[in-house]
Nanobody
Framework: VQLVESGGGLVQPGGSLRLSCAAS????????MTWYRQAPGKEREFVAGISSTAGSTNYADSVKGRFTISRDNAKKTAYLQMKSLKPEDTAVYYCMARWGLINREYWGQGTQVTVSS
């Protein structure tokens, strides 16, 4: 089982990044996908989530209107499109897959996003 995030990096304020989370080793289409982030010295926080069929999404208030979560079940990949990035978006971003029916979840190793001029 693997979740591998990619797409992080250094970007200027106001810029954009698209994170990807590639899954393998489990039935991706059965799992909800969620992005979390953790800034230095802070607790991990929820960013965005998407249902297994992509029928519903939800976002933290701090990213609404700027971030978009999506998924491609055929490619077993989830995405987080981030626009209008702010310095306070700087964090390690993690993706998490969860199947509530069997109480199983998997985490990726994280990808660093740094927003700075």
């Amino acid at each position: 089982v693997q979740l591998v995030e990619s797409g992080g990096g250094l970007v200027q304020p106001g810029g954009s990044l698209r994170l990807s989370c590639a899954a393998s080793g489990f039935t991706f289409s059965s799992y909800t996908m969620t992005w979390y982030r953790q800034a230095p010295g802070k607790e991990r926080e929820f960013v965005a989530g998407i249902s297994s069929t992509a029928g519903s999404t939800n976002y933290a208030d701090s990213v609404k209107g700027r971030f978009t979560i999506s998924r491609d079940n055929a490619k077993k990949t989830a995405y987080l499109q981030m626009k209008s990035l702010k310095p306070e978006d700087t964090a390690v971003y993690y993706c998490m897959a969860r199947w509530g029916l069997i109480n199983r979840e998997y985490w990726g190793q994280g990808t660093q996003v740094t927003v700075s001029s």
